[in-house]
């Protein structure tokens, strides 16, 4: 909390510093994302010995932005972060069972954005650093063996930076459109809790849930348009 203290302060410091002056800028800046995410643990999960996750990554982003000079940017973001995880450590043991895992996070960053020469078509750097905030968890379930099994995970709240080069084109007076690669990393913790219910003869005691939790790494690289006005 006591980043997202200082990201709200500091906003608000760009804010009455910039915006009372006539020859600053504001503008609208819409980012969409498509990415491959790589997740690292520490420890394997349980029921196998890998401890990469892999996920197809998808992000949608709003930046206000105060344009503070004919080339430099400056200004807060927000948006949602979408994590669908695409391997499955236990898809051959457990066969139809319905493994799509979904993790969504809202995200609170401050980003500076350099536009490097003043015509038509220029290269761009966008830099950002923030606090990425876990939204809601994945649950699931399946049947093996007449038992039930109940899922619920999540990834908790952390840390996070972007950082994004490519092209910004002018259309017009008042419209940009950029596009280029991005890398991404995200810090949180896995957190997962499995439980049974059922018939537990095939096992031949009763069934506990068992619990787990690692520190999980996600680096993120893709491709990334954005529109401003």
Same mark, same amino acid.
């Given at each position: ?11 608000? &410091?760009?804010? *009455?510093? @910039? ?13 969409? /994302?498509?990415? %491959? ?88 750097? &966008?830099?950002? *650093?923030? @606090? ?13 063996? /007449?038992?039930? %099994? ?80």
């Amino acid at each position: 909390m006591k980043i997202f203290s200082f990201l709200v302060a500091l906003c608000g &410091v760009v804010t *009455a510093v @910039y915006g009372q002056t006539p020859s600053v800028r504001y503008s609208n800046n819409f980012n969409f /994302g498509m990415s %491959y995410t790589s997740g690292f643990l520490r420890e394997p999960l349980i029921g196998g010995g890998d401890t990469d996750m892999d996920f197809l990554g998808l992000q949608f982003d709003y930046v206000g932005l105060f344009h503070v000079s004919q080339g430099v940017a400056v200004g807060a973001g927000t948006g949602i972060r979408h994590l669908f995880r695409l391997d499955n450590l236990w898809s051959d043991d457990f066969g139809d069972a319905d493994f799509a895992q979904n993790y969504f996070s809202v995200p609170l960053y401050l980003q500076g954005r350099f536009r490097f020469i003043e015509r038509r078509v220029s290269p761009l750097l &966008v830099a950002s *650093a923030g @606090y990425n905030f876990r939204l809601g968890s994945n649950n699931r379930s399946w049947e093996w063996n /007449g038992v039930k %099994y109940k899922e619920t995970a999540s990834i908790s709240s952390g840390f996070m930076v972007n950082l994004q080069a490519g092209v910004d084109v002018k259309i017009g007076r008042r419209i940009n459109i950029s596009g280029g690669p991005y890398v991404e990393y995200r810090q949180g913790t896995l957190q997962s809790t499995n439980e049974q219910f059922g018939d537990f003869s095939y096992s031949g005691g009763e069934g506990r849930p068992w619990r787990y939790q690692d520190d999980l790494h996600l680096i993120e690289a893709g491709l990334k348009v954005g529109m401003a006005f």
